[in-house]
């Protein structure tokens, strides 16, 4: 992803929101391709406390133990690499209007636009892709968008609370998975989190 337009200069990011746009880039990352040996390290040191948050931070944790990078990358390609015979697809389009390239995914693009964020020209998978949303989510949160005060709780609202919980779900439950089964846990919980957030704030 590309911002062209970047925080303001004084802009304060407090602490809650540097955490939140950290589980937005974390997941991003996961679902964007396979983590290497050095992420998976990191993952075993996550936080842990007895928070929802910090219980599925466990659940990852140890499924990175457990794991190699050759394990997660064979489970990566068996979940997303292809449309055909793939285990889900995290696309926006699919989970509300049946479909790839749909109407969902022009929503998102027209969003974009005036915040001067456009898909990187390496990246091919198109912007409703759960990767990406994630991704733009975390440069809300954490500032490295510019945009107006309010501007990440609008978006998810808009394009991620229709769909994305029911994404990770079905991610949880894919049988054939072990490490994403954890990340599916995550998104889950964190979602779960943020739209409860939201709710109280509105």
């Known amino acids: 992803m590309d911002a062209s337009s970047r925080n303001l200069p004084g802009r304060s990011i407090d602490e809650v929101d540097r955490a939140r746009a950290r589980e937005y880039a974390l ?4 679902l964007s391709h396979s983590p290497d040996a050095q992420l998976l390290s990191g993952l075993a040191g996550l936080h842990i406390d007895n928070s929802p948050i910090g ?5 990852l944790a ?7 990078e050759e394990s997660v990358a064979h489970e990566y390609v068996a979940l997303f ?5 793939c285990a889900l697809l995290p696309y926006a389009s699919h989970y509300l209007a049946d479909t ?11 969003m974009l636009q005036p915040l001067g964020v456009e898909k990187a020209p390496e990246r091919i998978e198109p912007e409703d892709h759960a990767s990406f949303l994630c991704e733009v989510m975390a440069g809300l949160v954490g ?6 005060d309010g501007a990440d ?4 609202e808009e394009h991620l609370a229709s769909w994305i919980r029911r994404f990770f779900v079905d991610l949880e439950g894919t049988k ?7 990340v599916g846990i995550l998104g889950r919980t964190f979602i779960d989190v943020e739209t409860h957030a939201f709710t109280l704030s509105g």
């Open 153 to 156: 709780r609008i978006f998810f």
């Open 100 to 110: 790839l390239y749909g109407r969902p995914l022009a929503r998102i693009r027209e």
């Open 62 to 68: 140890e499924a990175a133990r457990q794991a190699t």
């Open 27 to 30: 997941l991003a990352t996961l």
């Open 143 to 148: 500032g490295d968008i510019f945009a107006p």
């Open 81 to 85: 690499g292809g449309l055909e015979g």
């Open 55 to 59: 219980l599925a931070h466990a659940a």
């Open 176 to 182: 054939s998975a072990s490490f994403y089964r954890s």
